[in-house]
């Protein structure tokens, strides 16, 4: 790639140029990134990864073959507003822009676009995010698989429909703090049984890591596997069966629905204010 901008310098976007970078995907000095007015973020970009920073936006827009856009949903419209002078219908806009729909993206950019969406998650800071993609009519073969290698720097990545991005949104999204509950709760049991806290939190993390590999590398089912660990009148069975007395696993399953549900909602309400300001513009 001749050049990449990068909108918004927060830490999705640092992520996402360490993970290029570091992976050969694009070079350092290809990158230009911006953001509404912190130069101390700007500064510490350019030191640690050499990329060029700037807040001209003829400087990080001119020639880019691709745009991330990564700053805050709500100051999307304003970013917009910036950015249209330097858009064309050749660019490529990548948006990880939580709850805004391609279409609204379209709307702002004057423009009919190739937009690909993006959700992954914060685990993308140690390159391990599970991100869905989904992409409009107007992006290509080349355009689509260009965006998954930036986001497979940082993990895995996959294509869904954009209406399956509240689902994703809720799913793996918000699925890290899931994860993170769970770590409370084995930690406050952990004190509660005696064990010191740094004891506890290295067994935590490496039951975590070992169930998450099994899952990986094991053709079997999530729920085979819990059986294969489950001895009838063993502790594992007692475990699970205080699991399900409580209705643990219906609680998860609304818990990643409500998620999805508010994903929608966040949406909507995004949707209307940037075609508020949009149209007040």
Request: proline share 3%.
């Amino acid at each position: 790639m001749k050049k990449l901008a990068v909108i918004g310098a927060g830490s999705m976007a640092e992520a996402l140029i360490a993970g290029m970078i570091e992976n050969g995907l694009v070079k350092a000095e290809r990158i230009y990134v911006t953001n509404k007015s912190n130069e101390e973020r700007l500064e510490r970009m350019a030191g640690t990864y050499g990329v060029h920073a700037t807040h001209s936006m003829v400087e990080v827009m001119s020639g880019a073959e691709a745009v991330i856009l990564a700053m805050k949903p709500k100051d999307a419209a304003e970013a917009m507003e910036r950015l249209v002078p330097y858009l064309n219908e050749s660019m490529l806009i990548i948006s990880v822009l939580a709850g805004v729909p391609m279409e609204s993206i379209e709307r702002l950019s004057r423009l009919k676009p190739a937009i690909i969406r993006a959700m992954p998650n914060t685990s993308a800071a140690v390159c391990k995010s599970a991100t869905a993609l989904a992409a409009n009519l107007k992006a290509t073969q080349e355009q689509a698989a260009l965006a998954r290698e930036i986001f497979e720097t940082v993990g895995t990545a996959v294509f869904v429909e954009e209406e399956q991005l509240d689902a994703v949104t809720g799913l793996s999204g918000s699925g890290p703090a899931y994860i993170y509950y769970l770590a409370e709760a084995m930690e406050k049991s952990a004190a509660e049984a005696g064990l010191d806290q740094p004891v506890a939190k290295e067994l935590i993390i490496q039951t975590l890591a070992g169930a998450a590999a099994m899952l990986a590398r094991s053709d079997k089912e999530p729920e085979e596997l819990r059986r294969n660990v489950t001895s009838p009148g063993g502790t594992t069975e007692a475990g699970i069966r205080v699991l399900d007395s409580h209705g643990v696993q219906e609680a998860f399953m609304l818990c990643i629905k409500e998620a999805a549900l508010q994903s929608g909602r966040l949406g909507k309400a995004i949707t209307e204010e940037l075609r508020q300001k949009n149209s007040q513009s």
